[in-house]
C-alpha cells in the first residue's frame, strides 16, 4: 500500500516549488490533493498537469472566505480531507528595520502568518469530521534565528512555530497532529529574490555566502522539503506532533 493512499490533502501556494513539488509527490504516493495558489492560470495548469485526483481554486490565503471555499471544495470532490499543506508565503522586501513600512509589515503577516492560521481554521473541522489528520505549516529556518534585512519574514515566521505549537498541544485530543516544516535556503524562486534585494547584480555573490555556511555544501531542493512534508502528513508520522522539522543542508547546526 502506498504512503499517502486515497488521503485527501489541501495545499496552499501550491503553484511555488515547494507547493508543487508536494502536490506531485502525493498524488505519486497514492493521495489526492486540492491545490491553490494566487494565480488562477496557474492553478489551472498545475490541476492540468497532476491529472484527475486533484482539484484547485484561485484563493487569496488572507481572506477567511477563501480558506473555507478550498476546504469545502476538497471535500466536495473528494469526500473528506486528511491533511493540509499551509505553505503560501512571500518573503517581503529585503530592508533594514527601521526602513520597512508598516504596509511592509502587513502584507507579509497577512499571507506567512494570518494566510496558516486562517487555514487551520477552515481545515481543523473538517479533520474532526474525519476522525483527525495533519496539518504541516511552512516556517523557515528563518522561524528559529535572525537574519538582518528580513525582520518581517522572520517575525512572522517565529510567529509560526507558537502557532503550531499551541494547535498541536490544544488539538492532540482530537487526533490531529501539527507541526512545521523548516526549510533552509531552498533553489527555488524566493531564494533567487533574496540573494538579488541582499546586493542587487551580485546574487551569486550572495549564494556563495549563504552555501559557505552548509555543512551540505548546497542549498536544498524543492523535493527534499516535499518529501519531509509529505512523511508528516503520512500515517508514518502518526507519533509525531508540536515539533519543528528543519530541511537545511545542515544550516542551523552551526
Not at 198 to 205: F, L
Request: charged share 20%; with cysteine; proline share 3%.
Amino acid at each position: 500500500m502506498s504512503i499517502m493512499s486515497e488521503k485527501i490533502v489541501v495545499i496552499t501556494g501550491a503553484t511555488g516549488g515547494i507547493g508543487s513539488a508536494l502536490a506531485h509527490w502525493v498524488i505519486e504516493h497514492g493521495g489526492r490533493v486540492a491545490v491553490s495558489g494566487s494565480d488562477t492560470q496557474k492553478v489551472s495548469d498545475l490541476v492540468r498537469e497532476l491529472g484527475e485526483h486533484a482539484c484547485g481554486l484561485s484563493v487569496d490565503v488572507s481572506n477567511e472566505a477563501d480558506n473555507q471555499a478550498l476546504v469545502d471544495l476538497a471535500e466536495s470532490t473528494f469526500g473528506r480531507v486528511d491533511g493540509a499543506f499551509l505553505n503560501a508565503g512571500i518573503e517581503g522586501r529585503v530592508a533594514p528595520f527601521n526602513d520597512q513600512s508598516d504596509d511592509d509589515w502587513e502584507r507579509v503577516f497577512n499571507v506567512n502568518f494570518h494566510g496558516v492560521r486562517l487555514g487551520a481554521k477552515a481545515v481543523i473541522p473538517a479533520l474532526k469530521r474525519a476522525g483527525g489528520g495533519s496539518i504541516v505549516m511552512t516556517s523557515s529556518v528563518a522561524g528559529v534565528r535572525g537574519a538582518p534585512g528580513l525582520s518581517p519574514y522572520v517575525a512572522s515566521k517565529h510567529a509560526l512555530i507558537g502557532l503550531m505549537r499551541s494547535l498541536a498541544a490544544e488539538y492532540g485530543k482530537e487526533a490531529i497532529r501539527i507541526n512545521t516544516l523548516n526549510p533552509g535556503p531552498v533553489d527555488n524562486r524566493m531564494m533567487r529574490s533574496i540573494e538579488e534585494q541582499s546586493n542587487p547584480g551580485q546574487a551569486e555573490i550572495v549564494k556563495q555566502a549563504f552555501t559557505t555556511r552548509i555543512p551540505l555544501g548546497r542549498y536544498v531542493n524543492n523535493q527534499e522539503c516535499a518529501a519531509m512534508a509529505g512523511f508528516l502528513l503520512s500515517d508514518q508520522a502518526s507519533g509525531v506532533t508540536g515539533n519543528t522539522f528543519m530541511v537545511d543542508g545542515g544550516y542551523c547546526a552551526g
